[in-house]
């Protein structure tokens, strides 16, 4: 039997023979010397143009909702970074968003640009005021939004919206980075815009832009 084809198989011999060597049942593990099975790596979903278009026109309904998805689309910001941001990271003036890591990370400044500038202005000028939270984003009751919550709003839109794709709201974050590399953005600059570690990380949306290009190419061609 081939075990690389049955990796549940595997795993298993391979604890009874770890178990064995560890026991001095036996001298030597021979699985110790055979590679693992290598798992598949699917490509992370994006959004074509008139996908995400679709989702900002149903989403369009709501002031703080459509502000959500439009940072997502031109920002990359994370669910949880999007959640935490309060009043003071937003300055307007300078079309700027500071995305504050905690922890003695470095915190990190990403323009505000277009319609996502827009989008968020329109959303504060009438943002429900709130005593306790300072939150950007808050829930129906004044208090600040859970990721919970934003990551069903934008199921909800998926649906609404009729897209197909298994997406989440990781998706936009994928969306934003490979349209941002379809554009011209430097890899290096994306890098420090998603906040990546490795630059192998930011180079995957290299490939998922030929990937999405062909693609948009082909539900055009005649």
Excluded: W
């Excluded at 600040?144 to 990781?170: C, F, L, N, P, W």
């Excluded at 600059?189 to 290009?213: A, F, G, S």
């Amino acid at each position: 039997m081939n075990v690389t084809r049955y990796p549940y198989y595997s795993l298993a011999i391979r604890g009874f023979l770890k178990f064995c060597k560890d026991n001095q049942i036996i001298f030597g593990n021979p699985a110790e010397t055979i590679e693992g099975p290598i798992r598949e790596q699917k490509d992370p979903v994006v959004l074509l143009k008139t996908e995400y278009k679709a989702l900002l026109q149903v989403a369009g309904q709501h002031r703080r909702d459509f502000a959500i998805v439009m940072l997502f689309l031109q920002t990359g910001l994370r669910v949880s970074e999007l959640v935490n941001l309060r009043l003071g990271d937003v300055s307007l003036e300078t079309k700027e968003l500071t995305v504050r890591q905690g922890k003695g990370r470095k915190d990190r400044v990403v323009p505000l640009v277009g319609q996502a500038l827009e989008a968020l202005k329109a959303y504060l000028k009438g943002r429900p005021s709130s005593l306790e939270y300072d939150h950007v984003f808050l829930a129906r009751n004044q208090t600040s939004m859970d990721q919970r919550t934003v990551r069903y709003r934008i199921q909800k839109y998926y649906g609404e919206a009729g897209i197909k794709k298994k997406g989440s709201v990781h998706t936009l974050r994928h969306t934003f980075a490979t349209h941002q590399v379809h554009n011209g953005l430097k890899i290096n600059q994306l890098k420090e815009v998603l906040e990546h570690k490795k630059m192998e990380t930011t180079y995957k949306y290299v490939h998922l832009d030929r990937t999405n290009l062909r693609q948009e190419m082909e539900n055009g061609a005649l």
